[in-house]
């Protein structure tokens, strides 16, 4: 590891206009975290056209501040009204907020808040050292490896979703259809622009981003639109005690590394990883029977994890190109339309940009951990707002924001097809994450194949016999092994959740 | 201390998706198969070329392709009872209320500039699709343009067309 990039990215991540868009960030974040409806991913996309005219550091920095804040923000609702406002704080909820009815809600969420920071930040030292490896061990793949890691990247975000696996490929396939619009990569002919230069550039990421997650999410939520009001339980002063502490570290620490690896694969994300951590504190339990009931390390585990797995997830995007989850897709989005392409040579070519959005997370987890307590019977107080009023308005930023991309009614169009494609595809059970990063990874993917296609004089079979490609085909076929185990284990839990009354939106 | 006994999610039942019927299930599985069907027809008109010099048809026919197949995994899944679709309710009426009102903001932005539309647009979304008052509706819409305008064009710069120029 080269220590001096570090050391100045510590600089980087210290100027004042940094530290303002990483605090600005956070707290976002955190808001969208407690409000359920609108999600990270939905967030960073309607949010990308501001972001044109920052600097690609600070871009990058708020954004993935809106992505950890967001966990942070989630465990609020949870605990405190039992309405998880991401999907990966609803294992939360169990034990949260049983605390919180027998008033111990402060400590639940002091815990949840310290979980989150130590796992954060464990997460962003291993980060440190294990990324500058993986890039360069990433640096040698040539096109057949890109074709295969694609592959593995789409693969895994379509399985380890929550929908159908079938279902999932085949909104993978829509999206990697969409993705050919415009000009071949490689011999510039228009394909499926049925005649408009409209759509001879391709359709931009950004578009597609704000239509499926953003307008689709809105849409979505319309039809659902009766939420009633409920009442917020006094929770007191946000501070652990000292025996919440000695009970919980060691979940904090088991949480913490099962997080970061189930962050790293492909798909895994924070869910996964809160599910997982809560799976592991309850067979670790001298007395499992405590859980469900109110206890502290079913809030300790699962929030170190999620926290953990969001700062891990950032490897594969920052050293291989290829994004974990949806909201990576958005952020490797957010790196192009910055003129910086994601991938093994980001961290020598852009060095300031690497290290500063990494060691800016130090500062985002600590202003996060700092300014969650004294927030949270202000953002309890947000969730006030009727989604009611809160929907139009979002609608509005989106559709000035679309225009401004390129200042084409067209492209609003656009974004209102595809909110509409959103919709419906929520409504057929598929779901829109596996599609986005399809699209995202789409062109790589076509080019990568037909290179090496031509390298292989057409042969498929060199694939598996080159050894960096055949390695990687072998970690293809092994994920298909092993991921219908992991997804065992995520029915049970959800089963568990379920059982306990608690729906995620 | 409050028994453990699991407690139902304040007022979630009534607002749980209800699942969808078989029909729409087996829709689910024919939209790809329909989709993959007119786009390898597509891929048929570019060139297709060979696996050793693969034409611009070839990776759009793979894709397609795959979209059929996965298709008619989904129809062959749903055919042993798979709940993952939700049911088309009511507020579905909303929703392509909205993305039609939506189309109407959009394609009146370049000919009228995007203050009065704006006002229009949240006027009706807040009053008709989210039942606030008129009176709150017609503040909201006037005070959220006016913050949009200052935000966007006075503040970020951004070239929107606009009727009101200072």
Redesign the interface.
Known sequence: MDFSSVLSGFAVAFEWQNILFCLLGVTVGMLIGVLPGLGPAATIAILLPITYNLEPTAAVIMLAGIFYGAQYGGTITSVLLKLPGEASTVVTALDGHALARQGQAGPALGIAAIASFIGGTASIILLSFIAPALAGVALAFGPAEYTVLALIGIFLVGTLGNGSIIKSAAAAAAGLLLATVGLDPLLGTPRFTFGTDQLADGIDFTIVAMGLFGVGEILYNLEHRDRPQTAVPSFGRAIPGRLHWLKSRLAILRGSVTGFILGILPGGGATMASLVAYAVEKRTAKDPSRFGKGAIEGVAGPESANNAAATSSFIPLLTLGIPANATMAVLFGALMLQGITPGPGLMTDHPDVFWGVVNSMYLGNLLLLVLSIPLIGLFVRMLKVRPGILAPITVVITMIGTYSIRNNAFDMLLVIGLGLLGYGMRKLGFEPGPFVLAFVLGSLLEASFRRSMRIFGGDVSEFVQRPVSGTLVAILVLTVVVVPLLRKVRTRQTENAEQAGVTAD | ??D?E???????ES???RA?GRV??V??GA??VL??AV?AW?SFG??IG???????????LI??G??VA??I??IA?TART?R???A??R??V??LA??GG??V???L??IVG?EVP?VL??FA??RL????SWLMSAI?AVA??AV?YAL?IIG?N???PHLIAF
Do not use: C, K
């Open positions: 201390m409050v453990g699991p407690e139902a999610a304040h007022g979630e607002e749980a998706p969808g729409q299930s829709i689910a939209i790809p989709l993959g786009a597509l570019l060139n060979s696996l050793t010099e693969p034409g611009p048809g070839l990776w759009p894709v397609a795959l979209l996965s298709g995994g989904i899944v798979r993952d679709t939700e088309f309710t507020g579905t909303a929703v909205a993305a939506l189309a903001y959009a394609s932005y370049e995007f704006t647009l949240l979304w807040l699709l989210s039942r606030e909201l959220v343009t949009a966007f970020l951004v070239p929107l």
